[in-house]
Structures are given as structure tokens and as C-alpha cells.
């Protein structure tokens, strides 16, 4: 399996614009996860899915952050406006929940935003 | 509520000598403890986890962890440090024993290797 792949790997995008970041989870894995990295704060969750459903999106920032899953391959995370410190590194993660590595996610590679 | 404590922000130790990155954690219910690995620029990946059945459990690269119920820990470690070793190492545990696959990180040790 190729793992979990996002894309962008780099985005620079300037302040106001609209930031589409995107990530394909390992074949057959039913839990997608988001989360940003900074130096400041961390590595954060920011939402997560199960079975393409949105099950716990209390670490979204605000309103400006959005993100879907319309189906089981494809994910979405969403910044409109985007802000100077919505820069940051975002990871995407999938898990399978039931089979022998239960909890034990897979990242990938990230993608590194840059807002000026 | 599950929560992970790592003590020390940031290790250094020197090429062949012990690695230790201590992690504590909370939980109402029996957990699953994992450590994970960054390397600079990548994404986190895996280096052992603990489920169930024995409390040491042996990663990649020559980690291991010990579960200790009465002590509330699964620290890491290393018998002796390689350069390559060098990133930052996060603890973690599983929400609710499990129950979803949603983890709880800690805040992240950075280890450095001098030579």
C-alpha cells in the first residue's frame, strides 16, 4: 500500500485566499483524521471521521475550517478565508478500528502552509 | 478523561549512551499506549504500542517500552543512542481504552544525539 498521501506537500497562499488541502487514507481503514502542528501549540486533532462521518470536530479553530469526506478514499479540509496564523503543518491520519493494530493510526507526510 | 504527560521537553544525550523519554499517563479504563516517532520534515510514524499480554514491548530501531500499571508509565528506551535517533518522540494513548481510535498525544519529547 502507497499509505496515507496528501497534497499539497507545500502551500504558500497569500491572506483572504481560499486553501484546499487534500488526503486519500490507506485502502480499507475506516477512521481519516486531521491535525495541525505548530511550534506554538503543538500537535493538535482537529476533527476526525468514522466511516465518512463526521464524529468529533470540537478541535476546528472556527468557523473558517471545514472539512468533508465524501467518500471512503477522499477527504477534504477546507481554510476560507485563510489567515497568516492558519500556518502550519497539517497531517492526515487513518486507523482501522477491530483488526490487530487497533488504535495504531498511520500519518502522512503532511502539508506545509504557509499564509502571508 | 485520558491524558498523557511527558516529562522533559527536550533530552540530550551523547552517542552510545542510554535513551530514556519518561511518559505517564491517565486512564479511567485499561489503555493502549503507543509511541510514536517524527523525523524532521515527515510525518509521525510508529514505533511500538502496547494492547494487551506483556508489559515490555519491543519496537523498531531497537526501543522498547515497559508497561507499569502501578506507576501509571510506559517510558521509553534505548540501550544506546545512534545519531539517527535524533527527532521527536511523542507518547500516546487511545481514547477510551480502545473504544474509538482516537488517540490523546503528549506534548513531545525532542531528543538530541551529540556525538
Known amino acids: 500500500d502507497a499509505g496515507v498521501i496528501q497534497s499539497p506537500r507545500h502551500e504558500v497562499t497569500e491572506m483572504g485566499q481560499e486553501v484546499t488541502l487534500r488526503c486519500k487514507p490507506i485502502s480499507g481503514h475506516d477512521y481519516l483524521f486531521w491535525y495541525r502542528q505548530t511550534m506554538m501549540r503543538g500537535l493538535e486533532l482537529l476533527i476526525y471521521f468514522n466511516n465518512n462521518v463526521p464524529i468529533d470536530d470540537s478541535g476546528m479553530p472556527e468557523d473558517r475550517f471545514s472539512a468533508k469526506m465524501p467518500n471512503a478514499s477522499f477527504s477534504t479540509l477546507k481554510i476560507q478565508p485563510s489567515e497568516p496564523r492558519d500556518s502550519a503543518v497539517y497531517f492526515c491520519?487513518?486507523?482501522?478500528?477491530?483488526?490487530?493494530?487497533?488504535?495504531?493510526?498511520?500519518f502522512g507526510p503532511g502539508t506545509r502552509l504557509t499564509v502571508t | 478523561a485520558q491524558s498523557v504527560t511527558q516529562l522533559g521537553s527536550h533530552v540530550s544525550v551523547s552517542e552510545g549512551a542510554l535513551v530514556l523519554l519518561r511518559c505517564n499517563y491517565s486512564?479511567?479504563?485499561?489503555?493502549?499506549l503507543f509511541w510514536y516517532v517524527q523525523y524532521p520534515n515527515q510525518g509521525l510514524q510508529l514505533l511500538l504500542k502496547y494492547t494487551t499480554g506483556a508489559t515490555l514491548v519491543k519496537g523498531i530501531n531497537g526501543f522498547e517500552a515497559e508497561f507499569k500499571k502501578s506507576e501509571t508509565s510506559f517510558h521509553l528506551t534505548k540501550p544506546s543512542a545512534h545519531m539517527s535517533d535524533a527527532a521527536e518522540y511523542f507518547c500516546?494513548?487511545?481514547?477510551?481504552?480502545?473504544?474509538?481510535?482516537?488517540?490523546?498525544f503528549g506534548t513531545g519529547t525532542l531528543l538530541a544525539v551529540q556525538p
Open positions: 500516546a494513548v487511545s481514547e477510551r481504552g480502545g473504544a474509538t481510535n482516537k488517540l490523546i
Open positions: 491520519a487513518s486507523s482501522w478500528w477491530g483488526g490487530p493494530g487497533v488504535g495504531e493510526q498511520y
Open positions: 486512564s479511567s479504563v485499561p489503555p493502549y
